[in-house]
């Protein structure tokens, strides 16, 4: 888990203990991390309509129109744009069969892709001299 995780998961732990104390319930490391505010497992529903009041605070358009899947599609995405391979990405989200899945639903990234072939495109229309001169015209 990256530093800057476990750091916030940690100020997390403190206020949910102290609202655990505050309620009258016994402490134990084995609560949940995110409970409903009545303790429970969270729901697909309940972490949709959490997820949306958080953007909606956060100041984006539209939250209804995003679900926490985008996270996991963001979280491959920055992965690879930073340089990750993609197997290992793969291993990371729980793609355990291999790499396909990951790329061709979660990877939404374009760049190195369109620089690749740019580069490639400027390698094969490189002027042989800085003047701009062909063989040709030259």
């Not at 984006?60 to 996991?72: A, C, S, V």
């Not at 729980?94 to 390698?123: C, F, N, W």
């Amino acid at each position: 888990m990256p530093r800057q995780a476990a750091l916030v998961m940690k100020a997390h732990k403190t206020r949910v203990r102290a609202d655990c104390l505050a309620a009258g319930m016994e402490w134990t490391d084995e609560r949940l991390v995110f409970p409903t505010d009545a303790g429970d497992v969270r729901s697909a529903l309940n972490v949709r309509r959490n997820f949306r009041a958080l953007l909606k605070e956060a100041g984006f358009e539209n939250p209804k129109e995003w679900t926490p899947r985008e996270l996991r599609t963001s979280f491959v995405s920055l992965l690879s744009d930073h340089g990750i391979p993609i197997e290992v990405i793969a291993r990371l989200v729980g793609h355990s069969g291999g790499s396909g899945t990951t790329e061709r639903v979660y990877r939404k990234q374009l760049r190195p892709v369109i620089s690749e072939g740019a580069e490639a495109m400027d390698d094969i229309f490189a002027d042989d001299d800085e003047g701009g001169e062909t063989a040709e015209t030259g």
